[in-house]
Nanobody, 126 residues
Framework: QVQLVESGGGPVQAGGSLRLSCQAS????????MGWFRQAPGKEREFVAG????????FYADSVKGRFTISRDNVKNTVYLQMSSLKPEDTAVYYC???????????????????WGQGTQVTVSS
């Protein structure tokens, strides 16, 4: 397993930007597909974005395409989520997750991710 710690959340006005970071430690970070999920109050945890380890391909939920960008720095063992044009409906706790399986895609299924961070709150006000 890998240990994950998110940071960078906070309050922001609609239209603003935030960058979330997820610092990994433990097993070889570069061999994990990384994902960001979010969970709003009363809702299921949902996939936001993912990035593969094998070729760095990125995948996004339709709701964030064109506004969010996921990236990774395998030297710093960190994955980022740059969020722009934020909307009130983006308000949620954001979780970083790691998938150790060999996949050619970044899965959008929660069960495929074996390691999770504690989450960071993002609150977008209108």
């Amino acid at each position: 397993q890998v240990q994950l710690v998110e940071s960078g959340g906070g309050p922001v006005q609609a239209g603003g930007s935030l960058r979330l970071s997820c610092q990994a430690s433990g097993r070889t970070f570069s061999r994990f597909t990384m994902g960001w999920f979010r969970q709003a109050p009363g809702k299921e945890r949902e996939f936001v974005a993912g990035i593969t380890w094998i070729d760095g391909r990125t995948f996004y939920a339709d709701s964030v395409k064109g506004r969010f960008t996921i990236s990774r720095d395998n030297v710093k063992n960190t994955v980022y989520l740059q969020m722009s044009s934020l909307k009130p409906e983006d308000t949620a706790v954001y979780y970083c997750a790691a998938d150790s399986a060999f996949r050619m895609i970044a899965s959008d299924r929660r069960d495929d991710y074996g390691s999770w961070g504690q989450g960071t709150q993002v609150t977008v006000s209108s």
